[in-house]
């Protein structure tokens, strides 16, 4: 007697690691905040991909240049495009832009958001608030981006740390591009 097996062609993602929208040319997205505010953190271009900007600079892949670095934003929540739980990644000017719609230091937990990029992939990331909230006490918890961020990088969490910080107001988030 044969009994079939649980096969599975897609070998399983890490545990916790979730998709991580990032907003091509023209596309957009409604995305209900599970954040309290965003993770930020510093980047290099590398010419071809994004990597990360290590607080010891001797371990930034390709070497560390300033004029490569770049600030992204990352919000957990829900995509109903994808429907399912993700991350969400912003650009300083987005992530100003959603900063300075909600009064000073507000929660950004509950928000319906509507983000979308303008006409090429390097277009601008616009956010904007899209009704009223839900309250804090029907979201799941918040989580942490970085195991997404690992597996998107296709590195190991090693022991040094990535240059990150909690941001929850405009003037926290980097004038750099």
Avoid at 33 to 48: E, I, M, P, V
Avoid at 107 to 112: A, D, K, M, N, V
Wanted: hydrophobic content about 35%.
């Amino acid at each position: 007697m044969s009994l079939p097996l649980n096969r599975s062609n897609v070998p399983p993602r890490p545990k916790d690691v979730l998709w991580i929208e990032r907003l091509k040319g023209t596309e957009s997205l409604r995305f209900t905040c599970y954040s309290k505010s965003f993770w930020g953190l510093w980047t290099h271009w590398s010419g071809s991909r994004t990597v990360p900007c290590f607080e010891n600079h001797d371990h930034c892949i390709g070497g560390h240049d300033e004029a490569t670095m770049r600030w992204k934003g990352y919000l957990h929540g829900w995509s109903q495009r994808k429907n399912r739980v993700c991350f969400c990644e912003f650009t300083p000017g987005a992530a100003r832009e959603l900063l300075e719609q909600v009064p000073d230091r507000q929660s950004l937990r509950g928000l319906h958001l509507i983000v979308s990029r303008t006409k090429t992939s390097k277009g601008r990331l616009h956010c904007s608030i899209d009704g009223v909230p839900l309250h804090a006490s029907r979201i799941p918890p918040e989580a942490d981006p970085m195991a997404s961020l690992w597996h998107m990088w296709e590195l190991d969490p090693m022991s040094h740390l990535v240059n990150r910080s909690l941001v929850t107001a405009p003037e926290l988030v980097p004038m750099a591009s």
